[in-house]
């Protein structure tokens, strides 16, 4: 990263000298806004997204999906769904998607993965490019179950970027059996189009593990909202296979929800400095997986509450000054093993953190990324074949590479709370999903906590 004024290259972590005690507003949550912005790009008719997640990896999604031939443009207006939100929104105008046409991914598996069954609807050629980083990540699954489903794909046989979709304007669909085990992300992407193709889609997957279930919840049940039959394990189908049914998708106005995976180092804050952290906004239901901090925090050593207003629900979270070690298996909510394992660097005992092998194909290798950075400021972290054992040390300053993943430069910024001299290399690679994270950290400190 090259230095600036606002992101330098070393960037020192804010050492709290007492309790954390702010509001801190969260931006829209990436996972809500990437599914919503394919759905919207995919239906019959117009539809809106308030209150957006603008981060890197969301306006990637809204660029390519720009340059296939979709309408997206930026208001601010109040929403019609009578919830009273108000603030920036996207207007999402379907049409024919065409090629040719490069998009950039980035390092956005959202992206990377769910734009390809896109593409196959388009007219004409799709190529797809991204970050060095992502060359690594798989695809192979995407790929080869839409090959099976009628696409044209060139690859060159690696199962991974770059690629070309060679769009026909319409894709068979059908049956079609893969291993997911590497990402949810995978069954995703086929659902989210399903519906567009002309036999819609069935996916079986035939793998040991499924890891970041709720992500596929969170797919079935958007879906659902723009009308898309959807038969599925949990509600009494057959164990492993999700079908859509073909048929038109609605134009929808959804306000998107705060991202609650990104609520965790704010909760963090809390939890280490034995404060109080209220996040607005908090929904009640939500398939977000970020909703389990509120369990996994308290068994760590906090309280939290919800607190009900006319206009909205905010969750209360509040340091007891005591952090304990946990025995947890993640399998679920992978994305949130870098704060809890810099939660439980901290703890008063051992934690073992379990279930996320595939979090080796993150945006890095996660699980030896954090086992290097917290070793190296004093810790004691062994690897697993499938997580982390955690053992608390008095750890010391330096430098916490985030190798360009932003939940690791967010866990490095949960030590620097209470460890001095903690400097975060490349603390800008947060603006992936959470812009701004510097100053809304610093705005926490201080007891601001203003969002985006």
């Given amino acids: ?3 600036s004024p606002t992101h330098p ?4 972590a804010p050492y709290a000298s007492g309790a954390v005690e702010a509001t801190v507003t969260v931006p829209g949550s990436k996972s809500v806004t990437n599914r919503g912005l394919v759905l919207a790009a995919l239906a019959a008719e117009p539809g809106w997204l308030r209150r957006p997640l603008r981060s890197r990896d969301t306006l990637l999604m809204a660029e390519a999906l720009r340059a296939m031939g979709v309408g997206i443009e930026e208001t601010v207006s109040s929403s019609s769904t009578g919830d009273g939100a108000t603030g920036e929104a996207w207007r999402v105008i379907p049409s024919g998607l065409h090629g040719p046409v490069t998009v950039d991914v980035g390092n956005a598996g959202t992206v990377m993965r769910f734009l390809p069954p896109v593409a196959t609807l388009a007219d004409g050629p799709v190529r797809f490019d991204g970050d060095p980083r992502s060359y690594e990540r798989p695809l192979h699954s995407v790929i080869d179950a839409l090959r099976v489903l009628g ?3 060139d690859d060159d046989g690696r199962g991974s970027l770059p690629l070309t979709v060679h769009g026909g304007g319409a894709l068979d669909g059908g049956p079609v059996e893969i291993d997911a085990s590497a990402s949810s992300q995978f069954v995703s992407a086929l659902l989210l189009s399903g519906a567009r193709f002309n036999q819609g889609v069935e996916v079986r997957h035939t793998g040991s593990v499924l890891p970041s279930m709720p992500h ?3 797919t079935v049940d958007m879906l659902r909202g723009v009308g898309a039959q959807v038969d599925e ?12 049914s073909s048929g038109a998708l609605l134009g929808r106005d959804l306000t998107v929800e705060p991202d609650l995976s990104n609520a965790q180092p704010f909760l963090a804050a809390a939890l280490v400095t034995g404060g109080r952290v209220t996040v607005p906004d908090w929904p009640v239901r939500t398939t977000q997986p970020g909703d389990a901090l509120r369990e996994i925090f308290t068994a760590m050593g906090g309280v939290c509450e919800f607190t009900e207003t006319a206009e909205s629900t905010s969750l209360t979270f509040t340091g007891t000054g005591r952090i304990h070690g946990v025995d947890l298996d993640l399998s679920e909510v992978g994305e949130l093993t870098p704060g809890i394992a810099a939660v439980a660097a901290l703890a008063d005992s051992p934690s073992t953190l379990r279930g996320v092998a595939h979090l080796r ?7 030896a990324a954090l086992t290097k950075e917290i070793n190296e400021l004093g810790g004691d972290v062994t690897e697993t074949a499938d997580g982390l054992h955690i053992r608390p040390r008095p750890l010391h300053g330096g430098v916490f590479h985030t190798y360009e993943d932003h939940r690791m430069a967010t866990a490095g910024s949960i030590i620097g709370l209470v460890v ?3 400097e975060i290399e490349n603390v800008g690679t947060t603006a992936k999903t959470l812009p701004d994270f510097p100053r809304m950290w610093t705005d926490m400190l201080a007891g601001a906590g203003s969002g985006a």
Avoid: F, Q, S, Y
């Avoid at 949990?234 to 164990?239: A, D």
């Avoid at 194909?361 to 699980?367: G, M, Q």
């Fill in 151 to 153: 696409a044209r794909i």
């Fill in 216 to 218: 596929i919840r969170m």
């Fill in 420 to 422: 001095k001299g903690v």
């Fill in 361 to 367: 194909l993150h945006e890095t290798d996660r699980l």
């Fill in 9 to 12: 290259a070393l960037w020192p």
């Fill in 233 to 244: 394990p949990e509600t009494g189908g057959e164990p492993n296979v999700w079908r859509v």
């Fill in 1 to 3: 990263m090259t230095e």
